[in-house]
């Protein structure tokens, strides 16, 4: 376990880099990230979680213009919600670039988020733009909101954990499908549906 300042990033980026998984703290509750494109990486996160292998695994990225790394296109909606919203608590599902692992889960769509927060979008950077993460917890578990509590659930499963302090808001991200038109909220989280609705213009939005 290391603090999560400078010499932390290093350490945890080449961690990544080797195939290893990390625990980071996010702006919602403490992650576990991978190389998105490492396929053993990913299936370990979905073993150190006890995962099922159906429950996609998201991406984070250390900023908006890598959504076009991983996405094959990027719709208008998504433009909008992403100007409005990142980085924040909200996850946008986009159709998936070819070349993404199927392991990842989603089949043709891939779910992305901009953490607020700043040491998470440098380590996501130095790792090249994107990790695969989910939350550091085991499946069906409370959310983990400081590194002691996101260690008792993964601590023999992970290289290394970056402790960024108690915090998070312990509330999840919206989630909103760009994938169809109009666009979906399939959860609500931090963000509300009304600022959903607001941000997209009532053409663009629709309640379900």
Avoid at 171 to 186: A, Q
Wanted: with cysteine; aromatic share 6%.
């Amino acid at each position: 376990m290391l603090p999560a300042n400078n010499h932390a990033l290093e350490r945890c980026a080449e961690a990544i880099k080797l195939g290893g998984l990390v625990v980071f703290p996010t702006d919602t509750v403490y992650g576990v990230g991978c190389d998105p494109y490492n396929v053993a990486a990913i299936e370990r996160v979905y073993r150190a979680k006890r995962r099922e292998q159906t429950k996609a695994l998201p991406l984070l990225l250390s900023g908006a213009a890598r959504i076009a790394d991983v996405a094959r296109e990027t719709p208008e909606a998504a433009h909008m919600l992403g100007s409005a919203f990142w980085p924040g608590a909200l996850t946008l599902i986009v159709w998936r670039r070819p070349g993404l692992p199927v392991q990842l889960g989603g089949g043709e769509t891939i779910a992305v988020r901009v953490p607020d927060h700043e040491w998470a979008r440098e380590f996501i950077g130095v790792c090249g733009g994107a990790l695969a993460t989910t939350s550091a917890n085991l499946s069906g578990q409370p959310d983990a909101l400081d590194a002691l509590t996101a260690a008792s659930y993964l601590g023999n499963d992970v290289e290394l954990i970056a402790d960024g302090g108690p915090g998070g808001s312990g509330v999840p991200s919206t989630v909103v499908d760009c994938t169809s038109t109009p666009v979906r909220v399939l959860r609500a989280g931090s963000i509300s549906e009304e600022s959903i609705w607001k941000a997209l213009g009532e053409q663009q939005g629709e309640r379900t």
